[in-house]
Every structure is written in structure tokens, then in C-alpha cells.
């Protein structure tokens, strides 16, 4: 029995030892518990016991939906697991489902919804009046250099694949940390960087063709 297995067995038996807890759940971060917790009560009123960390198979101390999903063999109606999921929806990744005991969601945090750029630009004029910035120029042009790149990773869901092009790389596409030069007239010398950086990375890599 691996350590992954043996941590499933020792979460399916908390509800059997302690019938106050309906199930165990393996969130991937300890900010999630809220929210699946209310959405948990409103199908099925109760108290549930949540764990954010967990053991890797090295024995490291682990969180993330990577480190979710590394129980997906061993779930039940005891032990499930709950997600976020935007890329993986992208890729149509199967199994993720009430059938797999994965609870799932995407669209929903934080990010997504204050960092939409019409609330955004409300947001910001509201706390800065008559800034000339405009979160509505910038994300758009932001968006179309990152167009390109989103699509090779949603495409690069094999193995063989992913070593060509996946999330690190995704990332190293984007420069962090712009200067106030670099942000005037709308982000346009950040958005020049973006460009380079962003087809310097992707240069390395050779073409592919993309699924149907």
C-alpha cells in the first residue's frame, strides 16, 4: 500500500468513527473551505470535515489540485475531492464528476470576477478619479498577445505535449513586475515586453499540429 492510498483509508474512516461528519473533503487550498462548505450545505445540510493538506508520496507536505487528484483512485461517498477546474474544462479532461466523487467548479474565484475589466475600470475609477489608465485597453491587448500561447497549453494535454509547452512555460510568457514607465499610455511598453517575451519563449518550442 502506497502513503497516497493509505491517507485515503485513514480519511474514508473519519465519518465511520465520528458520524457527526458526513463526508471528509480534500480541498486544494484552506481559502476553499468557505466555499464549498456552503455549497455543500445547500444540497446536503451537515457538518463536513475538510483538509486543505496532505501527504505527496515522497512524504512532503503537499496542497493544489494536483495533489487532489492524486486520490482520484481511492474516492467514495466517505473521501471525495473538490477543485477548481478552468483549464481542465478547456481540455475536456473526463471523469470529473459527481459519478468519480470529484466535486468541481471554474469561472468562480476571486480572480475571475473582481478582474473582469468593466468592474475592474469601475473599481479603479472609483478609488482613483481621473486616472487616464484604462483596464479596458490594457486587458484586451493583454488578452490578444496571450491568445496564442492559451491555446497551445489548452492543446498540450498529452505527455508529449506537454513537455513542448505547459503552465511554467505559459507563465514565463508574461514579465512581472512593470515599471510606472512601463504602464503609461495604457501598459503600451509593457504590452511591447509581453510581445517579445512572449514569442521569445514560444520560438524555442516547434509547432504542433492542434485536436480537431
Given at each position: 500500500?502506497?502513503?497516497?492510498?493509505?491517507?485515503?483509508?485513514?480519511?474514508?474512516?473519519?465519518?465511520?468513527?465520528?458520524?457527526?461528519?458526513?463526508?471528509?473533503?480534500?480541498?486544494?487550498?484552506?481559502?476553499?473551505?468557505?466555499?464549498?462548505?456552503?455549497?455543500?450545505?445547500?444540497v446536503l445540510p451537515g457538518e463536513y470535515y475538510f483538509i486543505a493538506f496532505s501527504r505527496s508520496a515522497s512524504g512532503?507536505?503537499?496542497?493544489?489540485?494536483?495533489?487532489?487528484?492524486?486520490?482520484?483512485?481511492?474516492?467514495?461517498?466517505?473521501?471525495?475531492?473538490?477543485?477548481d477546474s478552468d483549464l481542465r474544462i478547456l481540455r475536456h479532461e473526463t471523469g470529473l464528476d459527481a459519478e468519480h466523487?470529484?466535486?468541481?467548479?471554474?469561472?468562480?474565484?476571486?480572480?475571475?470576477?473582481?478582474?473582469?475589466?468593466?468592474?475592474?475600470?469601475?473599481?479603479f475609477n472609483q478609488k482613483i478619479e481621473g486616472s487616464p489608465f484604462s483596464f479596458i485597453s490594457f486587458l484586451n491587448?493583454?488578452?490578444?498577445?496571450?491568445?496564442?500561447?492559451?491555446?497551445?497549453?489548452?492543446?498540450?494535454?498529452?505527455?508529449?505535449?506537454?513537455?513542448?509547452?505547459?503552465?511554467?512555460?505559459?507563465?514565463?510568457?508574461?514579465?512581472?513586475?512593470?515599471?510606472?514607465?512601463?504602464?503609461?499610455?495604457?501598459?503600451?511598453?509593457?504590452?511591447?515586453?509581453?510581445?517579445?517575451?512572449?514569442?521569445?519563449?514560444?520560438?524555442?518550442?516547434?509547432?504542433?499540429?492542434?485536436?480537431?
Amino acid at each position: 500500500m502506497n502513503r497516497i492510498e493509505d491517507q485515503a483509508n485513514y480519511y474514508k474512516n473519519i465519518p465511520l468513527r465520528n458520524r457527526k461528519f458526513k463526508s471528509v473533503i480534500h480541498v486544494e487550498n484552506t481559502d476553499d473551505i468557505n466555499f464549498w462548505q456552503n455549497q455543500l450545505k445547500t444540497v446536503l445540510p451537515g457538518e463536513y470535515y475538510f483538509i486543505a493538506f496532505s501527504r505527496s508520496a515522497s512524504g512532503a507536505q503537499a496542497s493544489g489540485c494536483e495533489q487532489c487528484l492524486r486520490f482520484r483512485p481511492y474516492l467514495n461517498r466517505n473521501f471525495f475531492i473538490c477543485i477548481d477546474s478552468d483549464l481542465r474544462i478547456l481540455r475536456h479532461e473526463t471523469g470529473l464528476d459527481a459519478e468519480h466523487f470529484i466535486a468541481h467548479t471554474y469561472a468562480y474565484s476571486w480572480e475571475n470576477h473582481y478582474c473582469e475589466k468593466n468592474y475592474l475600470q469601475e473599481r479603479f475609477n472609483q478609488k482613483i478619479e481621473g486616472s487616464p489608465f484604462s483596464f479596458i485597453s490594457f486587458l484586451n491587448s493583454f488578452s490578444e498577445l496571450l491568445y496564442n500561447p492559451l491555446v497551445l497549453l489548452v492543446n498540450s494535454d498529452t505527455p508529449e505535449l506537454n513537455k513542448l509547452w505547459n503552465i511554467k512555460k505559459f507563465n514565463q510568457c508574461i514579465p512581472l513586475q512593470p515599471s510606472r514607465e512601463e504602464l503609461a499610455d495604457n501598459g503600451k511598453l509593457y504590452l511591447k515586453k509581453l510581445r517579445h517575451v512572449s514569442m521569445k519563449h514560444s520560438l524555442h518550442y516547434p509547432q504542433y499540429p492542434f485536436k480537431e
